[in-house]
């Protein structure tokens, strides 16, 4: 029983651009600390960005200025916006929802940027 459910996942060219949703069950969601982080092959798995409850946002280095994090809580939905993909964002994509001592995760969904 996940109470998050990833996706907008795919295969996209550099440059492009992908959205990808979260979305959340049996959460009181609108108190939750929402993260997206990613996966690339062979490597741990890693923040890429994350909103609070109070709509304040971090981002990785790597993807500030491409990326963009926000949340509907109207309809527990938390999404990724990811502009000028580049071929080094290749992993796959976990949404994370975090309060306190609780912590959820989705499932995943894989991004591939190639040409």
């Known amino acids: 029983q996940v109470p998050l459910v990833e996706s907008g996942g795919g295969l996209v060219q550099p440059g492009g651009s992908l959205r990808l949703s979260c979305a959340a069950s049996?959460?009181?969601?609108?108190?939750?600390?929402m993260g997206w982080y990613r996966q690339p092959p062979g490597k741990q798995r890693e923040l890429v960005a994350r909103?609070?409850?109070?709509?304040?946002?971090i981002y990785a280095d790597s993807v500030k200025g491409r990326f963009t994090i926000s949340r509907d809580n109207a309809k527990n939905t938390v999404y990724l916006q990811m502009d000028s993909l580049k071929f080094e964002d290749t992993a796959v994509y976990y949404c994370?929802?975090?309060?306190?001592?609780?912590?959820?995760w989705g499932q995943g969904t894989q991004v591939t940027v190639s040409s």
């Open positions: 909103i609070s409850n109070g709509d304040n946002t």
């Open positions: 049996r959460l009181l969601f609108s108190i939750y600390t």
């Open positions: 994370n929802a975090a309060r306190s001592s609780n912590e959820y």
